[in-house]
C-alpha cells in the first residue's frame, strides 16, 4: 500500500482541489471564534468583526466569526462521503469586553451549524487539558457572586454525515480488519473523558503574523485517524494547521 500526501494552500470556503463526496474522515481545529489571538484573523475576511470588537459588541463579532466558519462545514458536507466523520476540536471562548465577562460557546454553535445540515451528532469528546496558569481563579477570586468556574477542557465533536458507514466487499472487510486497534486502546480511546493527552507546544519561530500556534498535539489527531477510518481511507484538514492531522495520517 502507497500513502499519499497532498498539501493544496487556498481558501477552506472553497476547495475546488477537493471533488465531492471524495473524503472518509476530517479531523480538524478551526481559530477559535472570541479568542484574541485570531481577531486579525478573521478581521481581515470581514471588516464588521473588527468594527463590532471595537465597540465591544462581543455577541455580534461571535455571530460574525461563526458565519465564516459556517462557508467551511458546508464545503466538508460537499466533499465527505455518506457515512464519514468529522472530527472537530473546539474550545469554547471566555473574553471580558467593555468591563462585561462572558462565555461564548463555540461548540454548540458548530454542532447547531452541522446539524442544519443534516449530520448526525455522535458522542463527543471531552479533552481535559492541564493547565498551572497563575491567573486560574478567574473573576473575583474567593469573594461572591463574581468568581467564573475555571475552563480547562476542549470539546472534540463527532458528526456523521448521513447513515452508518457500512463495508460489503471482502476487500472493505479485510481492510476495515487491517485496521484494527488493541483492546487497551479501544478502552482508553473511546472514553468520553481524555486526561492522558498532553498540549503541544505553542510557540512559533519566525511567525509574522502571531506568537503561537494553537495546535492540537498529535496524539490527539492519531487517535481520532485511527477511530474513525480505516487503511486507504482519505482523510482531510480543511485548515491545515501545523500539518498535524496529515502527519497523523501518514503514521
Known amino acids: 500500500m502507497q500513502t499519499t500526501a497532498k498539501l493544496i494552500c487556498g481558501p477552506a470556503q472553497s476547495m475546488a482541489g477537493v471533488a465531492d463526496e471524495s473524503v472518509d474522515l476530517i479531523v480538524t481545529s478551526p481559530p477559535y471564534p472570541m479568542v484574541e489571538m485570531w481577531d486579525e484573523i478573521f478581521a481581515l475576511q470581514d471588516d464588521r468583526i473588527g468594527e463590532q470588537l471595537s465597540r ?19 464545503e466538508c458536507n460537499r466533499i465527505l462521503k455518506s457515512g464519514a466523520i468529522a472530527c472537530i476540536n473546539i474550545g469554547d471562548a471566555t473574553r471580558t469586553l467593555d468591563g ?40 473575583s477570586g474567593m469573594l461572591p457572586v463574581g ?25 472493505e472487510k479485510a481492510k476495515r480488519r487491517e485496521s484494527a486497534f488493541f483492546w487497551e486502546e479501544r478502552n482508553v480511546w473511546f472514553s468520553d473523558v481524555w486526561l492522558d493527552v498532553k498540549g503541544t507546544s505553542q510557540g512559533l519561530v519566525d511567525a509574522p503574523t502571531r506568537e503561537r500556534s494553537a495546535a492540537f498535539p498529535f496524539e490527539l489527531a492519531y487517535r481520532l485517524v485511527c477511530m474513525f477510518s480505516v487503511k486507504e481511507d482519505w482523510v482531510l484538514d480543511p485548515f491545515a494547521g501545523t500539518g498535524t492531522t496529515l502527519a497523523a495520517a501518514l503514521t
Open 56 to 74: 465591544s459588541n462581543g455577541q455580534a463579532a461571535f455571530a460574525l466569526m461563526h458565519e465564516l466558519l459556517d462557508a467551511v462545514w458546508l
Open 147 to 171: 468568581a467564573y468556574v475555571t475552563y480547562e477542557h476542549e470539546y472534540i465533536l463527532v458528526l456523521r454525515k448521513g447513515r452508518r458507514r457500512t463495508f460489503t466487499t471482502a476487500a
Open 100 to 139: 462585561d465577562f462572558q462565555l461564548y460557546s463555540n461548540h454548540s454553535r458548530i454542532l447547531s451549524s452541522f446539524l442544519g445540515q443534516g449530520f448526525a451528532a455522535l458522542p463527543d469528546i471531552l479533552w481535559r487539558k492541564q493547565t498551572n496558569a497563575p491567573n486560574k481563579f478567574m473573576g
